[in-house]
């Protein structure tokens, strides 16, 4: 079962995923064998996301999955999904836990917020100016830059160190 199952009470993955893809779904997890090709299937799985809007653009799919901000940015239309649905909230971090997704080789990836966040290396050759860069973009400033390029900062910043977090894959 997967978040939209759990918010909409429907088996939608289902619906959606699992009549036309072999994934094997369970009450909480995504199953995709290992192997898997998309290939000879009603669907297009490219490296980057935004790789998908040339293929939208020259009408050779009908629809794609993309965030918010990637919609916004290309003036698409598109449909908004509830935040407990929509990986897009810190303080839904503990409700999106409930799936995960085994990949054919064995690894577990569990759903957490996508959030983008900013560390300065310890090794930084100018660690002055990356702390001046690093303040202003979490400053009110950067802030305004990202609200208008249609990211949703989180200020004031929240501090969340990797130990809380997890591995960005998901482990």
Known sequence: MLLSDIYYKKKISEMLIGKYLPFKL????????EGFSP????IFIRPKEVDLLALLGAGMIDYCIEYLSVA???HLRYLPLPPEINLGHLRFASYYKKVKVRLGNGKLIKGKPIIYGIAILKNSQHPKEARLFEQFVIGPQGAKILRESFQTPIYPVK??????WGSRTGR
Not at 26 to 33: D, G, L, S, V
Not at 159 to 164: G, K, P, Q, T, Y
């Open 39 to 42: 290939k000879g299937r009603k």
């Open 26 to 33: 369970n009450r909480h997890m995504a199953i995709i064998p």
């Open 159 to 164: 501090l969340i160190r990797a130990s809380e």
């Open 72 to 74: 916004n940015q290309h």
